[in-house]
């Protein structure tokens, strides 16, 4: 019996593992910051064979395959195959954005470099997995936008004028950053996955009887996605600001023409940041808390939501996705996350003297050569126990 009942417990947990990754299936083409694929759609239009026969293989088939892209991912790929460079770009911008933001804290985003093969971290509806989630489609949405506005993709043109008046002596024009196809597109790339997963019916009437109360913590978890992408998105929308040119004789400014552009992605990073110190925990039994409409939104809409809370992060814990702080680099003399006293989470920390070699004081001679010297510097940085 009690066998029997340990088994049960062991398939319960098994098969909601399983509903977990499927709820994250949206971010693993954040793996294609590995991809060297070539997005070349013409090499594909020209040559008439299909499949193995040809000895072509559609790129996006190789995603799909290799990089963790889904269904109705690889099908948009077909269909849009021209975005994909920049939907490339945009997964190595989240990571790097990502683990630039998160670089001083115990939790370093490193694991978002594991795409599409995720650690728990990213698997458990964690605080962690919100700030991906909103980072990618910020990220997504950022790049795309970019690319409409410098003419490198011919799907969208630049961003129409704005309705607000303009109180100060310019006009509009030039080319803004069109936020508005992009976040559109970026909901269907990305939002879509997860909308799947919540229509997506049971098989057997036998699997849905087992596995009915694991699909409403499923179900919420994709809600809360959902909810998270929408936060990233709406991060770069509020973040549109007016950026100026000047025209007229000798540089001054008789004329001047402006237009919407976003910031750098580190700054909407920052920003996710403080909404990920203050994102708010849904509790798996609160169903109730979704509206039951079409869209099914969060009641908060500008918070990031997570239903797991996450591990300390201090030791090494393949089952909770932590890689731990062990060899980390700290800041002895700093009192902030970066601190030696809260990186190492009280284990202490070495003294490491590091060599570094370089070429300095060069200097041009007559016209053809440069002559440097070898300099050796000593500096000491500081590693976790």
């Known amino acids: 019996m009690a066998f029997q009942r340990l088994w049960t417990l062991y398939f319960c947990f098994f098969i909601f593992a399983v509903y977990l990754l499927d709820t994250v299936e949206s971010i693993k083409w954040l ?15 020209n040559n008439h064979g299909r499949g193995i026969r040809s000895g072509v293989r559609s790129p996006c088939t190789l995603a799909r395959r290799r990089y963790g892209l889904v269904k109705i991912q690889a099908k948009l790929c077909r269909s849009s195959m021209e975005a994909m460079p920049h939907i490339q770009n945009a997964a190595s911008l989240a990571a790097d954005t990502c683990r630039k933001v998160f670089r001083d804290r115990r939790w370093n985003c490193s694991s978002i470099t594991t795409a599409p093969f995720l650690t728990p971290d990213l698997t458990r509806a964690t605080r962690e997995q919100a700030y991906v989630y909103a980072i990618s489609s910020a990220a997504l949405t950022y790049t795309l936008a970019k690319a409409c506005s410098s003419g490198n993709l011919h799907q969208c043109t630049c961003a129409g004028r704005p309705n607000s008046p303009n109180v100060e002596n310019f006009q509009w024009g030039g080319c803004g950053d069109n936020v508005r196809w992009a976040s559109q597109f970026a909901k269907r790339f990305i939002d879509n996955v997860e909308k799947h ?3 997506k019916k049971d098989k057997t009437k036998r699997a849905k009887d087992k596995e009915e109360n694991i699909k409403v ?3 919420d978890a994709a809600f809360a996605n959902l909810h998270n992408n929408r936060v990233g998105r709406k991060v770069i929308s509020l973040n549109l600001r007016t950026q100026c040119k000047c025209h007229g004789v000798s540089g001054s400014c008789n004329i001047k023409t402006c237009w919407k552009a976003l910031p750098s992605i580190v700054e909407i990073g920052e920003q996710l940041l403080q909404k990920y110190t203050t994102a708010k925990e849904v509790s798996k039994t609160m169903v109730d808390r979704f509206e039951v409409t079409a869209g099914k939104k969060l009641a908060t809409s500008d918070q990031l939501v997570y239903m797991s809370k996450s591990p300390d992060y201090c030791t090494k814990d393949e089952k909770l996705g932590s890689f ?3 060899g980390r680099h700290c800041n002895v003399s700093s009192t902030n996350l970066d601190s030696c006293r809260v990186l190492c989470c009280g284990r202490g920390y070495q003294t490491v003297v590091e060599e570094k070699i370089e070429r300095c004081q060069c200097k041009f001679y007559n016209c053809c050569y440069v002559k440097c010297k070898i300099c050796r510097t000593m500096t000491q940085v500081y590693e976790c126990l």
């Open 197 to 199: 997963n919540l229509i």
């Open 217 to 219: 913590l499923k179900d």
């Open 31 to 45: 793996s294609l910051q590995h991809s060297h694929l070539n997005w070349n759609v013409s090499s594909i239009n």
């Open 324 to 326: 731990g702080t062990v």
